[in-house]
Nanobody, 112 residues
Framework: QVRLVESGGGLVQPGGSLRLSCAASGFTFSSYTMRWYRQAPGKERELVALIGSTGGSTNYADSMKGRFIISRDNAKNTVYLQMNSLKPEDTAVYYC?????WGQGTQVTVSS
């Protein structure tokens, strides 16, 4: 079955960086666009970034442009989200989506 497992979340100070990973299995990873979403407390889940199946195309939500970088390694069936210049408003649970399934999420907390 399709399985997505996120990792790399944690507590970071404002201005810091984190790299999230999402390991996929159970589907042909290299054929699918992959997406990162996030959901902050009391807010709706929102799209953070997406990457095409080959990694040749990416798209970002406006508030993440220039700070976040999505990438993928099809040999490892893994998608990444490099998050730089983190702000307190980036605090959320970050989810990976692809192959018709969601991961369990990883908590990112930006606080001093």
């Amino acid at each position: 079955q399709v399985r997505l497992v996120e990792s790399g979340g944690g507590l970071v100070q404002p201005g810091g960086s984190l790299r999230l990973s999402c390991a996929a299995s159970g589907f042909t990873f290299s054929s699918y666009t992959m997406r990162w979403y996030r959901q902050a407390p009391g807010k709706e889940r929102e799209l953070v970034a997406l990457i095409g199946s080959t990694g040749g195309s990416t798209n970002y939500a406006d508030s993440m442009k220039g700070r976040f970088i999505i990438s993928r390694d099809n040999a490892k069936n893994t998608v990444y989200l490099q998050m730089n210049s983190l702000k307190p408003e980036d605090t959320a649970v970050y989810y990976c989506y692809g192959g018709g399934a969601w991961g369990q999420g990883t908590q990112v907390t930006v606080s001093s």
